[in-house]
């Protein structure tokens, strides 16, 4: 292990992204205390991926780190024991180092760490940063203990360590039972019957499955550090466990199949801070008491992805470095969780399935997703009563599937999807009755359908000069402020479905759409009061060539 200086104060794992002024501050840090045992493994690597790669990673080109200094990374241990002893000499950015840490840290800078945790960080800088860096899988020495076994005491647990320490089949804790000598399952893990807390603190792998259901299990614990579990060949599934409290995964790195934490109604810790790869679905749904949520280190989940109706869910990390999802990513109806930052996913960049984020009623800003490039799905962002605002979505080009934003009513602006290119399916605006900015939602070139309906304080749609082509239908309807204004279709020719401008109360004329020639279905401009008769028939007369019905009528007349 690299040694590391005596008890400093780490400003240098600048968690934050706007205060990274050299030489700014001469404020005298507040003096840390080293206690408790924490390490990089066991706490300090998953607290820096969670609150300071936002900015600080070697992954994050100059434009893209919120000034943080180019080559002040927090990858690995050695970047921050290295930045810890050139703090100590006074050589790197003097006067921040006192930004994360003590009793009123500037980083990160929208606050959000609990102060427990923040405690837990203070003393493991203070401590000098230990830990061993490199995590290895441990060996599993021992004889081998050929087919299934039993266990339901602790008469069963002396029996089974006098034969070995590596069950070849499956493995039934049916009591409550510490087995600190088993360091490997062929088959399943099977926590059943009577059980209420079960430890098997030397088990490194499982060959299948660990599944669970005894009724009153309270706490499993497969967690201890450097020997705690790290695989798990099929699924993970904690389900249905109405007294289970505490789940503590603190080696766990792999799990072939599906990770399911589901129902668990007393859940309040999930410790799961190497957990970097899930082959299956992921989903951590209805669990009503659990309020912090971490995974600061997972990267791909191949199926889904879905944290959603955990009612008290009140801080969720960023989940910073997950890459792709194999198919749908869902964040929804999660009613305590408030703060979405720009780097809430962002690292993500393909999404398989649909990205749903929906129902989380005190969200107030939808952000993030800064490099997500593309989605073969949908993405929906609809009922999030409290949010006002949408931005992130940076680098989204490509969306084969829909685009909703609907029913957010307080949503005042949207400034998102700056780059993107095609949405294969329609792309609908509805029910936000405060929307009065659309931005990146106008910059498509191609449609397969536009749906504008229910936006009352939308003052215009300007945005759309590069769209030329509309694949499906094209609706305008029950939208507008006053002096409605949708001259932004200048360059469309061609709706391949049905044209509909209906009930725009402050729609004076149809100037916007000068070249269109071709509407595929029917053409419809009904009860526009400000729009008269005669117009809307001169615009219909227009367009050459009209594959349905015209129906002008119920305007000004």
């Not at 931005?439 to 749609?461: I, Q, R």
Request: hydrophobic share 40%; charged share 20%.
């Amino acid at each position: 292990m690299r040694s590391a200086p005596p008890a400093l104060v780490l400003a240098l794992l600048v968690a934050g992204c706007d205060d990274h002024v050299v030489g700014h501050g001469d404020e005298k840090p507040d003096e840390l205390v080293c206690s408790g045992n924490d390490t990089w493994e066991t706490f300090g690597a998953g607290f820096i991926r969670t609150w300071c790669h936002s900015c600080h990673s070697s992954a994050l080109a100059d434009g893209y780190r919120y000034d943080a200094p180019v080559g002040v990374d927090f990858d690995t241990l050695l970047d921050v024991q290295t930045q810890l002893e050139h703090s100590a000499l006074g050589e790197t950015h003097p006067g921040i180092i006192d930004k994360a840490t003590g009793d009123d840290p500037s980083m990160p800078p929208a606050g959000g760490v609990l102060p427990e945790v923040q405690d837990r960080f203070d003393a493991w800088i203070a401590c000098g940063a230990p830990g061993e860096g490199t995590p290895t899988t441990p060996e599993c020495a021992g004889p081998e203990i050929s087919g299934d076994r039993t266990v339901d005491g602790d008469a069963a647990v002396t029996a089974l360590c006098a034969e070995g320490t590596s069950v070849s089949g499956t493995l039934t804790v049916s009591g409550s039972a510490t087995i600190d000598c088993v360091c490997s399952v062929g088959g399943d893990l099977v926590v059943t019957g009577a059980a209420v807390d079960v430890a098997l603190p030397a088990l490194s792998t499982v060959g299948q499955n660990v599944r669970a259901d005894a009724a009153g299990l309270a706490s499993l614990a497969l967690a201890e550090p450097k020997s705690g579990l790290h695989s798990v060949g099929g699924d993970l599934l904690l389900q249905d466990l109405p007294a289970l409290a505490t789940v503590l995964l603190g080696e766990l790195e792999d799990v072939g199949g599906d990770f399911l934490i589901t129902d668990d109604g007393a859940l309040t810790m999930l410790d799961t801070p190497r957990l970097t790869s899930v082959g299956g679905s992921m989903r951590i749904e209805r669990n009503d008491a659990i309020v912090n949520l971490d995974l600061p280190m997972l990267e791909h989940v191949g199926i889904d992805f879905a944290i959603g109706s955990n009612q008290a869910l009140e801080n969720m990390s960023d989940v910073y470095d997950l890459r792709d999802v194999g198919n749908d990513l869902i964040v929804a109806d999660n009613d305590s969780w408030e703060l979405m930052w720009l780097s809430t996913f962002g690292k993500l960049v393909t999404v398989g399935g649909d990205l749903i984020v929906a129902d989380n009623a005190i969200v107030v800003r939808v952000t993030g997703f800064t490099e997500l490039e593309s989605v073969s799905g949908s993405v929906r962002i609809y009922d999030n009563l409290a949010a006002t605002e949408i931005d992130g979505f940076d680098n989204l080009a490509t969306i084969d599937g829909d685009l909703e934003v609907r029913n957010n009513p307080l949503l005042a602006s949207e400034d998102a999807f700056n780059l993107i290119v095609s949405v294969g399916g329609t792309l609908s605006v509805v029910d936000n009755p405060t929307l009065t900015i659309i931005s990146g939602l106008s910059y498509p070139t191609t449609l397969g359908g536009l749906h504008f309906e229910g936006l009352t304080s939308l003052p215009d749609l300007k945005g759309f000069g590069d769209l030329t082509f509309v694949s499906g239908n094209l609706e305008i309807v029950s939208s507008g402020a006053p002096m409605f204004d949708i001259s932004g279709f200048s360059d469309l020719t061609s709706v391949g479905g049905t044209l509909v401008i209906d009930g725009n109360v402050g729609l004076a004329n149809l100037t916007g759409f000068g070249v269109l020639n071709n509407v595929g279905a029917d053409l419809e401009v009904t009860d526009n009061p400000l729009l008269s008769d005669a117009e809307a028939q001169s615009f219909a007369d227009g367009v050459s060539n009209v594959g349905g019905t015209v129906v002008i009528s119920g305007n000004a007349g």
